[in-house]
């Protein structure tokens, strides 16, 4: 299958994984573990937890991406171990709530801090924060369908921005140390409240600042040697970010209290303000690159699912058409974000998370028990990457907890609704895939002409070698 003619090495891969990782999730996840656990060890503990799960899980799917090389995340996986309908459930979640979700919490939190210093002492007005936001979405989408090329050197870019932050603020938090500023980490563990539904829900929030550690496996057929870039950059990338992150923590309690960080309406712009003032403009304003990069990873990789699924037929067969002149799945991108910019129409950060997270660790779950299923129904298959049968099972259990907790310790309709749009998925696959109801290829063919016309899109077996 076609590549989109430019290859991703093994530093362009780490980038994708550090820039998709390191986003919004470390400025806006620390209050929410803090206020789960309610003390400065078991926080700090819970996000080194967080990262060594996100790599057990990505080295997994480094094991499923080395297996079964083709682009599309889970999709594949799930096709090859359980057949279409679990793939088809996974593509209509991802591109219908997943990743329309997750690409919108990362504009709207680029947008909140890009429009925050011009609100100073109040928070900035829900439309221009949206508006900015489907703004971002906008330009993200245009330059990853005009160019790989363009795209990844904008995540290159990006990821080296969101790394300067990121230095700054670890960096200024070992100084601070080094002076002895550890107030705040005597007796740690005190007043904690620790329970199976607070640490379940504690990982929540910190795994969904982790999210993006299996964004490698949604471009493996445009990878540089897949067999061995992709394990190392999990390998490299995945613990670079969680030490990153636990650094971070540690510097924010270094000037603020655990009270002091719960009232914080933006924990890393109250730390720039306390240590680098009258340089503290400097948070916004890289922050702001961090999401960004973090959007465009998402963009990047998304929507290489979107085309996927149209190639297998089940989506709309043009979402898998490729621009003739630039290489690129433009149609798949730009449906991504048109449903992208719906989403942040009605919706809010927290209540985006939500949908987010619970459905994702489904299928996270469901494609790591697909591994373990296909040690035993795959028996043949190659195999360059073998990790220990206990990782998969451990993820497995561990997301078994994580789909169920939330629902046995805060029971809400979100949750059900989730549910209930993913189960629909079944009555799409048996009218449009299964029984293929000819009036939905009369509507859709007028639609692909326009396109290809209006786009230069042709089918992948058409493009010009």
């Known amino acids: 299958s076609i590549s989109f003619y430019f290859k991703v090495g093994l530093i362009s891969g780490i980038c994708m994984i550090v820039g998709t990782i390191i986003g919004s999730g470390i400025f806006i996840s620390p209050k929410s573990v803090l206020g789960n656990v309610g003390a400065v060890g078991p926080c700090l503990t819970i996000w080194a937890a967080c990262g060594v799960l996100a790599t057990l899980g990505a080295l997994c799917f480094a094991e499923l991406g080395t297996m079964i090389t083709k682009s599309g995340g889970e999709y594949p996986y799930l096709m090859e171990a359980f057949g279409p309908i679990p793939a088809f459930l996974f593509s209509w979640t991802s591109l219908l709530v997943t990743k329309p979700s ?20 109040c928070d900035p007005p829900p439309a221009v924060v949206k508006c900015l936001a ?4 906008v330009v993200i989408t245009l330059v990853n369908s005009l160019s790989v090329k363009l795209g990844r050197y904008l995540q290159n870019f990006l990821t080296a921005a969101k790394m300067i932050i990121v230095t700054i603020i670890v960096v200024s938090g070992i100084v601070l140390l080094a002076q002895g500023k550890t107030d705040n980490f005597k007796d740690s563990f005190k007043d904690s409240k620790l329970s199976v539904g607070s640490i379940s829900l504690a990982f929540y929030n910190g795994l969904w600042a982790y999210d993006g550690w299996n964004q490698l496996n949604y471009i493996t057929e445009e990878l540089k040697n897949p067999y061995r870039n992709l394990p190392l950059s999990i390998i490299i990338g995945i613990p670079l970010v969680t030490v990153c992150y636990v650094l971070i923590n540690v510097a924010y309690f270094t000037v603020m209290t655990s009270t002091e960080l719960m009232q914080s309406p933006a924990v890393a712009v109250t730390f720039g303000d306390r240590v680098l003032y009258p340089a503290s403009w400097i948070v916004p304003l890289f922050v702001a690159f961090s999401t960004l990069g973090s959007a465009n990873g998402t963009c990047f ?27 690129t799945p433009a149609p798949a991108l730009m449906f991504y974000g048109v449903i992208t910019i719906i989403y942040i129409i009605p919706g809010d950060i927290d209540t985006l998370i939500n949908y987010f997270s619970f459905a994702v660790w489904i299928f996270y779950g469901l494609t790591v028990f697909a591994l373990i299923v296909m040690r ?3 028996k043949e298959a190659r195999r360059p990457i073998t990790i220990p049968i206990i990782i998969p099972v451990i993820v497995t259990l561990i997301a078994i907890l994580l789909v169920l907790a939330p629902i046995i310790t805060t029971p809400e309709l979100a949750y059900l609704y989730c549910a209930l749009f993913i189960l629909s998925g079944l009555i799409a696959y048996v009218l449009f895939v299964h029984l293929k109801f000819s009036w939905a290829q009369k509507i859709s063919k007028p639609m692909t002409m326009h396109l290809q016309m209006l786009l230069e899109v042709v089918p992948e077996e058409e493009v010009p070698e």
């Not at 489907?134 to 979405?137: K, T, V, Y």
């Not at 190639?311 to 043009?318: C, D, F, S």
């Open 134 to 137: 489907a703004a971002a979405i």
């Open 102 to 121: 997750s690409f919108a919490i990362i504009c709207l939190s680029f947008a909140k801090y890009a429009s925050a210093p011009f609100y100073p002492g």
């Open 301 to 327: 990789t998304a929507g290489r699912l979107v085309y996927v699924a149209g190639r297998e037929g089940h989506m709309l067969k043009v979402l898998s058409y490729i621009n003739v002149k630039r290489l």
């Open 376 to 378: 035993f129904t795959r």
